[in-house]
């Protein structure tokens, strides 16, 4: 199924740091255009999910690049577009996850929030989440990861 597809189908929807980034900091990607019309829309029917490592990342890395005017300009962009779930109810499966995959804890908590959705989380492919450990989770924790 395509992305565009996806977006068309799905109510709710988890966006993981790498997203977002590439978004907030004027990326040039091919997902930012299909985000800009079925997400930060104010006719999108998507609900968007996220947790509070998502804002860390977020915030730390735009005020390495940009300073700490615009991690707060991202930072506030964030609250008013995303629903963030408290730590409290996803911890135990991303550390299930953690402990069954080598990939970084900022993502096992996002695939764990797809799984307590049971939404769609969009990656951009990086080393860490190659095909056949997405496959994996994938199956074993009935989410749908997708590299965008």
Not at 26 to 46: A, G
Not at 85 to 91: G, K, N, P, R, V
Request: net charge negative; proline share 3%; glycine share 2%.
């Amino acid at each position: 199924m395509s992305i565009k597809q996806i977006l068309i189908d799905t109510s709710s929807l988890v966006l993981d740091t790498s997203v977002l980034l590439g978004y907030f900091m004027d990326e040039n990607r091919e997902i930012n255009s299909l985000l800009e019309e079925y997400v930060f829309t104010q006719e999108s029917k998507i609900t968007l999910y996220g947790h509070n490592l998502i804002k860390s990342e977020l915030y730390y890395i735009a005020c390495r690049e940009k300073g700490i005017n615009e991690a707060e300009v991202v930072l506030k962009k964030l609250r008013s577009i995303m629903n963030t779930i408290s730590d409290t109810w996803l911890f135990k499966k991303a550390a299930n996850i953690k402990c069954n995959y080598p990939i970084a804890i900022s993502d096992c908590y996002s695939i764990s929030l797809a799984v307590l959705q049971e939404c769609p989380v969009f990656f951009l492919p990086e080393y860490e989440l190659p095909g056949e450990i997405v496959n994996q989770i994938n199956r074993e924790y009935n989410v749908k990861i997708e590299l965008v």
